[in-house]
């Protein structure tokens, strides 16, 4: 599959619309070469349109120089991400698996089906700068569209940008528009198809900061689906710190979300699976980057920890991949909904409930610190994260967001320890009587010890007065 990134802007314009000279502004020095296509393109969703309500389309296409099945996506600002998959002579009405899997977090168990054709005759002009680079490319489009049983026409004009920038945009915007177009009158020829069934999709504002905070994650969740499904290691990190923070929101305000008490269970099971993924790729990382600076003697330890963790994520990998396609998975993922969408106000005291966890993580972080015991370090770890994303509830002001830096700075030395503890019990199981193992092993006993000193400075700068004043 092939991803590119696409940022274009659509004109509808009248019958006998002539394209004004472009040449001499923002560049533009060269307009040969156009190119004719016939382009017939079958637009795939669920029977409810439920890919493009989340901005998603998806269509198979013949003609042109790019046919084949593509995928668009939202991408950064106005750019879209677009997906491709070559035709394969396979069954036309058939979702590649590799573009379904991308809208699975969408469409769920429904079927993507036809919901209508365009079939565009299209003449498509690049435009150059003195050196011959493609800056831009105007499509100027004649439309005949089909969906539901009705046919429309149109003509219209797309301006997408190659090797120029929005400067390109902006300038052939002003021509076209001294010219007669206007901007088109939807956002995509597909959406103009559907006559009207395509409704834009209301997210209603929510004054509750404990469900706005959960729908938050819901969203999360489902957006960082498509790049775990694809390997991307950040959006496997994001969905996993997702489904924690939705967890945590759940146990803490428990009082907003009743009835969905087993949701949590299953949150910890779709994190477990991402963890498995995650943290051999974390791992890996940081004692590989040791061993390489350590020379040649190392060589055989950094094989037998690359193999041992390579095999770790394969495996998880694989998990995670069949959990993904399951029933379970997509029936979390109606209950995140579910949850998602209930009114909240079911907690009397939210702020205070933030509160307390914050308290309960104080009192274990000085118990663990009495008591020496790095286990109970990490119990102190795991409750101030879960304090953390309570109190990322709330924060919107200023001294809220201060916290929620503190007692992360906090998270993050607490979790640099736990990081060394666990490396220290990997090295002793891959090699526990191997000499260059011992090595490491002591490297990260320091590790451990450099992070348990970093503790009071960090846990002072979390407790400042004017910091938590606000939440009590």
Do not use: C
């Amino acid at each position: 599959m092939e991803i590119a990134s696409e940022t274009e802007r659509k004109y509808d314009v009248p019958d006998g619309f002539v394209l004004p000279s472009l040449v001499g502004t923002a560049g533009i020095r060269d307009i040969t070469g156009a190119e004719t296509h016939d382009l017939d393109a079958t637009y795939f969703d669920t029977d409810d349109l439920t890919l493009m309500q989340n901005r998603r389309t998806l269509r198979r296409r013949t003609g042109g120089g790019d046919a084949g099945w593509h995928l668009k996506t939202p991408g950064a600002g106005a750019s879209r991400t677009e997906h491709r998959v070559p035709l394969d002579g396979g069954d036309e009405n058939t979702v590649p698996a590799e573009l379904h899997g991308q809208v699975r977090a969408f469409s769920r168990r429904a079927d993507l089906k036809p919901v209508a054709r365009l079939r565009t005759h299209r003449i498509e002009t690049p435009l150059r700068d003195a050196k011959g680079r493609t800056l831009a490319l105007v499509a100027q489009d004649q439309v005949r569209a089909e969906s539901d049983g009705t046919e429309q026409r149109w003509q219209e004009i797309e301006v997408e940008l190659v090797d120029g920038d929005a400067k390109v945009l902006d300038a052939v915007e002003r021509l076209l528009f001294r010219a007669g177009a206007t901007p088109a009158t939807g956002p995509s020829k597909v959406a103009r198809a559907l006559d009207g069934r395509l409704r834009k999709k209301e997210t209603p504002k929510i004054k509750n900061p404990v469900q706005a905070y959960a729908r938050d994650q819901r969203e999360a969740l489902t957006g960082y689906d498509p790049g775990v499904r694809q390997g991307d290691p950040e959006s496997v990190h994001k969905m996993r710190v997702a489904t924690r923070r939705l967890r945590s929101t759940l146990k803490t305000f428990k009082r907003s979300f009743p009835g969905f008490e087993e949701v949590g269970d299953e949150l910890k099971w779709l994190a477990d699976l991402l963890g498995q993924v995650r943290d051999g790729q974390v791992q890996k990382g940081k004692l590989l980057a040791g061993v390489k600076e350590s020379g040649e003697h190392f060589a055989e330890v950094a094989t037998r920890i690359r193999q041992y963790l390579d095999d770790q994520v394969e495996q998880g990998r694989a998990a995670l991949d069949e959990a993904l396609e399951s029933e379970r998975y997509l029936a979390l993922l109606d209950r995140v909904d579910q949850l998602a969408e209930l009114p909240g106000g079911g907690e009397p005291d939210p702020v205070k409930r933030a509160a307390k966890s914050l308290a309960k993580a104080d009192r274990l972080l000085d118990q663990a610190l009495a008591d020496g015991e790095d286990a109970e370090l990490h119990e102190a770890r795991k409750a101030y994260k879960r304090a953390r994303y309570a109190v990322e509830v709330f924060a919107a002001g200023k001294p809220g967001k201060k916290l929620v830096d503190a007692l992360t700075d906090l998270q993050d030395v607490l979790g640099a320890h736990q990081d060394s503890v666990v490396a220290r019990e990997l090295l002793h199981e891959l090699g526990p009587d191997n000499f260059w193992f011992g090595v490491l092993w002591a490297r990260q006993e320091q590790v451990g010890k450099d992070t348990y000193a970093e503790l009071p400075v960090v846990i002072e700068s979390s407790r400042k007065k004017k910091l938590r004043k606000w939440i009590g």
